[in-house]
C-alpha cells in the first residue's frame, strides 16, 4: 500500500507550484502527483510534422502532460490581480496581488523572460481606453510576460527537473479514477493506466485535485457522485478571431494584449477578448470522445503575419439546469460535425452576408489561416444564436477601438470553449466540504490561466505548511 502525506492529482500549474512552495519551505515530508499524461521532454505533437491533426489516443499531447496545456500554449502571465478568475474574491484582492508578484519571482528564477508587455506608453494606453469608452468597453489593464510556447517548454522542463531532484514521486501516465472516501473524509485516490489496466489504491493525509481544463468535466461528475459541495458556473462560448497583424499593430506594440469586455446589446452578457498572440498560430486541441477545439499559440522566436484572440461569451444559467460543461460540449460537437471532425473558419464579412464561406475564397484573401487543416464553413450553423449575436455586436464594438477588426476577411474559428464552469465550494483556507481534499487551478472554477493557477498553488502550500 502507497501512502504519501501530499497526493497532487494533475502536473498542471495549480499542482506544480504547490510542490515547488512546499520544496522552498523546507517541507521534508512525502509529496507524489500524478499524472495522466507525459513528462515535457516526451510531449509531441506530430501535427508539428505532419501538418495534420492525429487525433492522438489516449489522450492530446497539447492539452494532457507535466505542465498541462501551459507548456504547449503561448505561455503568457497575467500579472494583475484583476485577471484569472474568482480567486481574489476567495481570499482577498491585496493577498492575491502580493502573491502574483511572489509566483512571478519563482517563474523568473526557472528562466521566464524579465521582459513585460503592456507597461509604459501611458499616454498612448489613455487614447485607447478613450476609444474603447467610446466604444461601450472596459479596458483592463494588465502587464503580460510572455514566456512563448517553445520557451514555456523549457521553462517547464527545469521545474521538472528540480521537482524530481528534490524528492517528489511524479507518475506519468496514470490517471486518478475516483477518490477513495471512508465516512465525509478523503483518504486518497483510485489510479489506473491512462491505456487502461488494474485499478490501484493509493492513500494520503492530503489530497488535492487539479486537474486543470482538461478534468474540469470529470471533477464535474466526482463532485455530483460524492456530494462535494459545488455549483454550476460560467461557461464560456466564443470564437478564436484571426487578423492581419497590420490590424492590431497599436495594440500589440502598447498593449500586447487587449483586455477588453463589454455587455452588448440585446442581451448584456459578459463578452471579453482572451488570449491574444501577436504574430501567433492558431491551433487545435483535442478533449474526451474526440472534441476538437480551437486555441492559439504565440512563439517567441518564430512569427506569423497574424494576430489571433479568442473572443468568449459568458453563459449563466439557472434552475433547473445544471450541466453547463456538457452544454458548451455540445455547442463542439455540434460544431465538429459540421467540419468532419475539424476546426471550422469562416469569414467576418460572410457570417453578415448570410452564406458559408469556401474554401477557395480562403486563399485569395489577404488573410491567410494559420491552421491549414481547418475547414471553410458556416458556424453560425452550430452556434447558439444568443451567442453568436453577442459575438458580431462586440466585433462591431472593438472595430471602434481597432479599426479594420471588423474587416470581411476577419478570420472566425469555432469552437473556442473554455471548461471550468464547475465551482467547488471552499473555505479561505482551500478546505472542500470532504475532509482531507482539496481542489485547485481552473478545474477547481476559481482560476483561468497560468498565473493565477500557479498562485492557487503557492497559496496552498502555505496552507498546508501552516
Known amino acids: 500500500m502507497k501512502k504519501y502525506d501530499v497526493l497532487i492529482v494533475g502536473a498542471g500549474p495549480a499542482g506544480i507550484f504547490t510542490a515547488i512552495e512546499l520544496l522552498r519551505n523546507g517541507y521534508d515530508k512525502s509529496i507524489c ?48 490581480h484583476e485577471v484569472g478568475g474568482e480567486l481574489p474574491q476567495l481570499i482577498g484582492s491585496e493577498l492575491a496581488q502580493n502573491l502574483i508578484d511572489y509566483t512571478d519571482k519563482i517563474y523568473l528564477e526557472f528562466g521566464a523572460d524579465e521582459h513585460i508587455e503592456g507597461v509604459g506608453n501611458e499616454q498612448k494606453v489613455r487614447e485607447i481606453r478613450k476609444k474603447a469608452i467610446k466604444a461601450g468597453l472596459k479596458l483592463v489593464d494588465c502587464p503580460i510576460r510572455h514566456l512563448g510556447t517553445e520557451k514555456a517548454q523549457e521553462l517547464y522542463l527545469a521545474i521538472e527537473k528540480y521537482l524530481l531532484a528534490n524528492g517528489v514521486e511524479i507518475l506519468f501516465g496514470m490517471q486518478c479514477d475516483n477518490i477513495i472516501l471512508e465516512g465525509d473524509e478523503c483518504k486518497g485516490i483510485y489510479i489506473e493506466s491512462a491505456k487502461g489496466g488494474d485499478r490501484q489504491e493509493i492513500f494520503a493525509e492530503k489530497t488535492i485535485i487539479a486537474t486543470g481544463r482538461r478534468g474540469a468535466d470529470w471533477l464535474e461528475k466526482i463532485c455530483a457522485e460524492h456530494n462535494i459541495a459545488h455549483a454550476p458556473g460560467v461557461v464560456d462560448i466564443g470564437v478564436r478571431v484571426e487578423v492581419r497583424n497590420e490590424i492590431m499593430e497599436e495594440i500589440n506594440d502598447v498593449l500586447y494584449e487587449s483586455k477588453l469586455i463589454g455587455y452588448p446589446e440585446p442581451f448584456k452578457n459578459k463578452v471579453r477578448i482572451f488570449c491574444q498572440n501577436p504574430g501567433g498560430f492558431v491551433s487545435q486541441e483535442n478533449y474526451d470522445h474526440d472534441l476538437a477545439v480551437v486555441n492559439g499559440h504565440s512563439y517567441k522566436e518564430m512569427k506569423s503575419e497574424n494576430t489571433n484572440l479568442a473572443i468568449l461569451c459568458s453563459h449563466s444559467f439557472t434552475e433547473p439546469f445544471k450541466q453547463p460543461i456538457e452544454y458548451a460540449q455540445k455547442v463542439g460537437e455540434l460544431t465538429n460535425m459540421l467540419g468532419a471532425g475539424k476546426i471550422l473558419v469562416q469569414r467576418y464579412g460572410d457570417i453578415l452576408s448570410g452564406k458559408r464561406t469556401w474554401q477557395k475564397e480562403l486563399g485569395f484573401s489577404n488573410v491567410k489561416p494559420t491552421l491549414k487543416d481547418a475547414v471553410a464553413g458556416d458556424i453560425t450553423a452550430a452556434m447558439p444564436y444568443r451567442a453568436m449575436l453577442n459575438i458580431i455586436n462586440f466585433i462591431q464594438a472593438v472595430d471602434k477601438v481597432v479599426p479594420g477588426f471588423a474587416g470581411y476577411e476577419t478570420l472566425l474559428y469555432s469552437p473556442e470553449l ?6 467547488i465550494k471552499m473555505d479561505e483556507n482551500l478546505n472542500t466540504s470532504i475532509k482531507g481534499l482539496h481542489c485547485l487551478g481552473d478545474s477547481s472554477g476559481w482560476t483561468r490561466g497560468l498565473m493565477m493557477a500557479s498562485v492557487m498553488g503557492v497559496y496552498m502550500a502555505r496552507n498546508i505548511l501552516k
Open 33 to 80: 502527483i500524478v499524472e495522466k499524461g507525459q513528462p515535457v521532454e516526451r510531449r509531441a505533437c506530430p501535427k508539428t510534422r505532419g501538418g495534420e491533426c492525429r487525433n492522438c489516443k489516449p489522450y492530446c499531447h497539447i492539452t494532457t502532460g507535466f505542465s498541462g496545456a501551459g507548456a504547449f500554449s503561448d505561455g503568457k502571465l497575467s500579472l494583475s
Open 418 to 423: 473554455k471548461f471550468y464552469s464547475n465551482k
